[in-house]
Nanobody, 128 residues
């Protein structure tokens, strides 16, 4: 049984920063890429970022490129999402997810169906 538990969400003013964490258990965490998604009541779940099992490759949605950084600590089975210069449109529930495959060729999968385990989500609210 794989478990992913997010933390670090909260309320922040526009221009501020937050760091999300996702602790994993139940599978060899370091063997798999990990991703972050977000969702609002008005939108479908959308891809934010993904990191390869080693951390060498990272991929970002255009909307967060240059502001968000995904990283991981395989010794602690944890993946992070550092969010800077936050905007009101970043307001959403953020989910971490485990990639189905151990690697990707070319570009990584960015659809929710490319991931098979999900956390419960953490709310991020950015006020204007």
């Amino acid at each position: 049984q794989v478990q992913l538990v997010e933390s670090g969400g909260g309320l922040v003013q526009a221009g501020g920063s937050l760091r999300l964490s996702c602790a994993a258990s139940g599978r060899t965490f370091s063997n798999y890429p990990m991703g972050w998604f977000r969702q609002t009541p008005q939108k479908e779940r959308e891809f934010v970022a993904v990191i390869s099992w080693s951390g060498a490759a990272r991929w970002y949605a255009d909307s967060v490129k240059g502001r968000f950084t995904i990283s991981r600590d395989n010794a602690k089975d944890t993946v992070f999402l550092e969010m800077n210069t936050l905007k009101p449109e970043d307001t959403a529930v953020y989910y971490c997810a485990a990639y189905k495959n151990r690697s990707w060729r070319g570009e990584p999968g960015t659809e929710p169906t490319d991931y098979n385990y999900w956390g419960q989500g953490t709310q991020v609210t950015v006020s204007s």
